[in-house]
């Protein structure tokens, strides 16, 4: 008699402890499910979330160098490959691809997320806003093109300060809580809603902290202004005027929502190519100037007015794109949260892309360690061929 108690009071805190799990997570916000359904970010998430197609228009692919692949990396490079995951490799010199690497990984999928290396598309749309005539400049007011973000308003925003995270707010840029406005504009429904709980806590264009939400008040503001989707804005001036060869996809919201700018721009290591071959080309393709000649030297240069983190001047962050000085060289370069990377070399006229799963935890004066990995890399292959 006192076993059948036993097991049937076994039975009954069992079950009550699971219709409670259950209630929790009825009750739980959709993001927070989502985050726990699928624990930590990848870079085939796309298949998880809606998306918009970035249309591509007549393909104008890299033809391939005369010497393409004749050299293969040394092996401790390969090494790194395999250890980080690497599913695309890709080095384009003179418009011509010199050596591309691609991993069985490649098979699931033609495109994957770039992750943060879409705030620099979204730095070179706003250049692209300017040029047409739908933005002033940098220094235009957030207050007057978005007024109903009441959190921001009679702050003294403008463009400068969200391109070069200067803005002051109260974006917390946690990847590893479940809690974090990060998260929950990863996985959540409605980022519009999101960013209208932003406040501007400290005094603007001081001090540079990095940020996805001030990328994401600018695709706000690209949207208002222009009258059009990110994706429709980014496939008429940057994927059918550089040949893309693929419609890439950005990842959205909901269903016909907004674009997760901030991240989530998805593609291949090709097209990731002509965005850095646009910047070769000071903004110019095809003889039309695409954006302006002096916003993308303000890009790739340097904001050291502000200060970083550590009370210094900043050295390494332009508008949106990230800057290296190495081996007496300035290498602007986007650069994404699992080793995404676009590197600009004007030096010797080339393009290193590399994507894949990992990137390395440890920095070197604020740059990931394997940025100098794939650079050195592609330098010992360029110089080889």
Not at 258 to 283: I, T, V
């Amino acid at each position: 008699m006192g076993k059948k108690r036993r097991i049937n009071r076994t039975f009954f805190w069992g079950t009550t402890i699971i219709a409670l799990l259950a209630v929790i997570i009825l009750l739980m916000p959709s993001y927070l499910k989502k985050a726990i359904i699928y624990g930590h970010s990848g870079i085939y998430d796309y298949k998880i979330f809606y998306n918009r197609q970035v249309q591509t228009g007549k393909s104008t692919p890299y033809p391939d160098a005369k010497n393409y692949n004749s050299t293969i990396p040394q092996k401790h490079f390969t090494d790194s490959i395999e250890l980080l995951g690497t599913t695309e490799y890709l080095i384009v010199k003179n418009d011509s691809i010199l050596y591309e690497y691609l991993s069985p990984d490649k098979a699931n999928s033609e495109i994957s997320n770039s992750f943060s290396v879409a705030k620099s598309i979204i730095g070179l749309l706003i250049g692209c806003a300017i040029q047409d005539g739908y933005l002033e400049s940098v220094n235009d007011s957030i207050d007057q093109i978005l007024p109903e973000l009441v959190n921001l308003k009679n702050k003294g925003l403008t463009i400068s300060h969200l391109l070069t995270m200067s803005s002051g707010s109260d974006w917390d840029e946690q990847y590893s809580s479940a809690f974090s406005i990060t998260t929950k504009a990863y996985y959540g429904k409605n980022i519009d809603k999101l960013m209208a709980s932003v406040k501007v806590v400290n005094e603007p264009g001081k001090i540079f902290k990095y940020k996805s939400g001030d990328t994401q008040l600018l695709a706000m503001i690209l949207v208002r202004v222009t009258g059009k989707s990110i994706s429709q804005y980014a496939s008429e001036k940057l994927w059918q005027p550089l040949g893309a060869e693929k419609n890439a996809l950005w990842s959205l919201d909901k269903e016909d929502g907004m674009e997760k700018a901030y991240c989530c721009f998805n593609s291949n290591a090709r097209d990731f190519a002509k965005l850095g071959s646009l910047l070769l080309k000071s903004g110019e393709w095809n003889g039309k100037q695409i954006l302006p000649k002096d916003y993308l030297f303000e890009s790739i240069t340097p904001a050291n007015y502000l200060l970083n983190e550590k009370n210094k001047p900043l050295s390494y962050f332009g508008y949106h794109w990230w800057i290296l000085n190495y081996r007496g060289f300035t290498i602007p370069y986007a650069r994404g949260l699992h080793g995404q990377y676009i590197f600009v070399l004007p030096h010797n006229n080339s393009v290193i892309v590399r994507l894949g799963h990992f990137r390395s935890d440890q920095k070197i004066n604020d740059h990931p360690l394997d940025v100098y990995t794939w650079i050195n890399m592609g330098l010992s292959l360029i110089e080889n061929f």
